[in-house]
């Protein structure tokens, strides 16, 4: 997550533990979910980044001015050169002239200087201060680098849509916005300031004041601006707070399915951090049952059972949903094979994006939706039913149609080519039905 998205998170979780301190009993807590007020972090998300570009404009013009006008070191140095090349000399290097004979020569029977001290001065431009720009703006670059690599993500690519992006959607603002702020940046690059003090030095690994950065206004600008840029947020607290964002989101999702607590005597706790626990609770609707409980850290179980299966074996499927707030599929690496066995399916979902872990890695959606949109799709998935004919499905499967399909253990049938799970029951009106456990579109 960016420090925006951190910095939203954290004022919506202390907005949820207010709303926990009024409603104390969990069925209370679920009731009363409509009436608490949670704006989408995405779309928060993105207001910020027009404002950070707005900033990004900013100190751009800032770092082109001090290009203008840089702080310098002057130094000197005595040199020797000769004497037609010395505009005017001191009286100090006319001092060290006249004491070395090696500079003198015999002109006519006269001694005359051939040679003289002459004192030098050295404006040098690679100071601390402007070692510290350079790598601010190398720093602004790895950060416009990723913006353009998220937005891409977003791009919406064509599955059936009427429209693709069009000009005028939060994409494209951003697009033109990161377009201009690159071609500034390859101004400043092409700079003799960048290009002598980048070969010269290397970047910061931390910066300290120095009078400079304090007290000049336009290198104070700068500081101020690097300063926002590496705020950093523990990450266990920011995964647990996402942990707890997308609880709520999964409750609202349930909520809005029609589904009831069945334990309505459960009250909310708090660790010794002042914390709300998240318990594990089972909810009742649509001919299931669902149950949801923390899994370690990071991560929540929801397991799924069918009300009209009798066997218990076959009735249910757990289900491992991991929450992560980094964009890099480096959790896959994480999910042993033990994992794989135990849960049906084993997700991680990103603040944009649903990514499958148990059959190799793919994001599963490709086109961005809401997070209370993704929660709801990740759900309404895991309950998917139809009427279906037992004779075609017991051999092709309803999701890729390929004639690849095994029956398996616990009487669930297994398609061999998309790895998608059913099982068939009958349903309160005798009705043949196929419920996917596990559902693997075509890729």
């Known amino acids: 997550m960016r420090i925006v998205e951190e910095s939203y998170l954290r004022r919506t979780i202390s907005k949820l533990n207010k709303y926990a301190l009024q409603h104390t ?10 009436e608490l007020e949670i704006q989408p972090l995405q779309d928060l998300s993105f207001r910020s980044d027009l404002k950070y570009f707005e900033e990004l404009n900013f100190i751009f013009t800032v770092v082109s001015s001090i290009i203008a006008h840089p702080h310098i070191s002057n130094t000197g140095e005595h040199i020797i050169v000769r004497t037609e090349l010395a505009n005017s000399i001191s009286s100090e290097t006319f001092r060290m002239t006249m004491k070395d004979p090696t500079l003198w020569k015999d002109q006519g029977g006269n001694m005359v200087p ?3 001290y002459y004192y030098q001065n050295i404006d040098e431009l690679c100071i601390y201060e402007n070692v510290f720009i350079v790598s601010l703006i190398k720093m602004i670059e790895s950060e416009l680098i990723k913006y353009n690599d998220f937005y891409v993500s977003l791009i919406e690519t064509f599955e059936g849509q009427e429209q693709l992006s069009l ?13 201009r702020l690159t071609k500034k940046l390859k101004y400043i690059k092409n700079t003799r300031f960048f290009k002598e003090i980048n070969r010269r030095s290397k970047p910061l690994k931390a910066v300290h004041p120095t009078n400079i950065l304090l007290k000049d206004r336009l290198y104070n600008y700068c500081f101020k601006f690097y300063r926002s840029m590496i705020a950093y947020s ?3 607290a920011l995964m647990q707070d996402f942990r707890i964002y997308h609880y709520v989101l999964l409750m609202r999702t349930l909520k809005n399915h029609g589904f009831k607590v069945s334990d309505r005597s459960i009250e909310l706790t708090r660790d010794a951090y002042g914390e709300v626990w998240l318990p594990k609770l089972e909810f009742s609707g649509k001919g299931f049952d669902v149950v949801v409980e923390p899994y370690e850290a990071f991560g929540l179980t929801v397991t799924v059972l069918n009300k009209y299966i009798r066997s218990l074996k076959s009735r249910g499927s757990k289900h491992l949903l991991l929450f992560e707030t980094q964009n890099d599929e480096e959790n896959a ?4 094979d033990s994992i794989k066995r ?7 979902m990103y603040l944009w994006h649903l990514v499958q872990l148990d059959d190799g890695v793919r994001v599963t959606f490709k086109n961005p939706l809401s997070e209370q949109a993704l929660m709801d799709k990740w759900f309404e998935d895991k309950l998917l039913q139809s009427e279906a004919s037992v004779k075609i499905y017991k051999d092709y499967c309803p999701s890729c149609k390929k ?7 616990n009487s669930h049938y297994r398609c061999e080519t998309c790895k998608s799970i059913f099982a068939f029951y009958r349903d309160g009106e005798k009705k043949n039905r196929l ?3 596990k559902l693997r579109r075509e890729k």
């Open 25 to 34: 009993n969990y069925a209370d807590f679920f009731d009363g979910l409509d």
């Open 114 to 116: 051939e040679f003289l």
């Open 167 to 179: 000009a005028g959607n939060n994409v494209n603002i951003a697009f033109n916005k990161i377009k």
């Open 234 to 236: 523990d990450k266990k």
């Open 333 to 336: 690496r994480t999910v042993s």
């Open 342 to 348: 135990t849960f049906m399916t084993v997700e991680a």
């Open 403 to 409: 004639q690849t399909v095994v029956r398996g253990r």
């Open 435 to 437: 419920w996917f456990l």
